[in-house]
């Protein structure tokens, strides 16, 4: 293999030099995540998703690290809970890919709010936050609703607690699963 001082992986099979367009496309969604946390004026609602900085820095993270083995959107569709996605990740890092673990963490946020999927009744705080697409406080007032109240029923017991839109549990509702 020519080059292979361009390669982070140990793989052959999977592997693709790092310089080319993973570093553009980063490069090109960090510049447009600048505007909108530069002009952003208004404090957040506390049902709201994270910052678009958080947001920005999660999928280059994404784009950046998974690109170096393969196509960055070869996980689109694979719902998976937050265990299946811990998997994912350290099987990236036994093939070699090599990050920061902030950076295999963002990866992860990144995982879990676009493709994740969780039980909405033993899940902690910081696997629901990401799937639910809120910020951790609301997450938090999930599993303080869930202990004071027991086990929800269906997703759409979520929308009694406070603070939580239920427009997005609407819109994520596949993502949440109810079992005892």
């Not at 993973?22 to 910052?51: C, K, Q």
């Not at 690290?65 to 996980?75: E, F, P, Q, T």
């Not at 007032?141 to 609407?170: N, Q, T, W």
Request: net charge negative.
């Amino acid at each position: 293999m020519g080059n292979s001082w361009l390669m982070h992986c140990r793989s052959d099979t999977f592997c693709r030099p790092v310089v080319g367009r993973s570093f553009v496309s980063a490069f090109g969604l960090w510049l447009l995540a600048v505007p909108v946390t530069l002009f952003a004026d208004e404090p957040r609602a506390s049902s709201a998703g994270p910052d678009p900085a958080q947001l920005a820095a999660e999928l280059t993270a994404h784009v950046e690290i998974c690109s170096m083995c393969h196509d960055a959107n070869l996980v689109a569709g694979f719902l998976r809970t937050p265990a299946e996605w811990d998997e994912v990740v350290a099987r990236m890092q036994s093939y070699g890919t090599i990050a920061l673990p902030a950076q295999f963490s963002l990866v992860r946020n990144y995982l879990l709010r676009s493709f994740g999927r969780v039980n909405i009744n033993t899940a902690p705080a910081a696997d629901l936050a990401p799937v639910m697409d809120v910020q951790p406080e609301s997450a938090e007032a999930v599993v303080a609703y869930r202990k004071e109240h027991g086990d929800f029923k269906s997703p759409d017991d979520l929308k009694s607690v406070p603070g939580i839109d239920p427009a997005k549990i609407d819109q994520r509702k596949n993502r949440l699963v109810v079992t005892p």
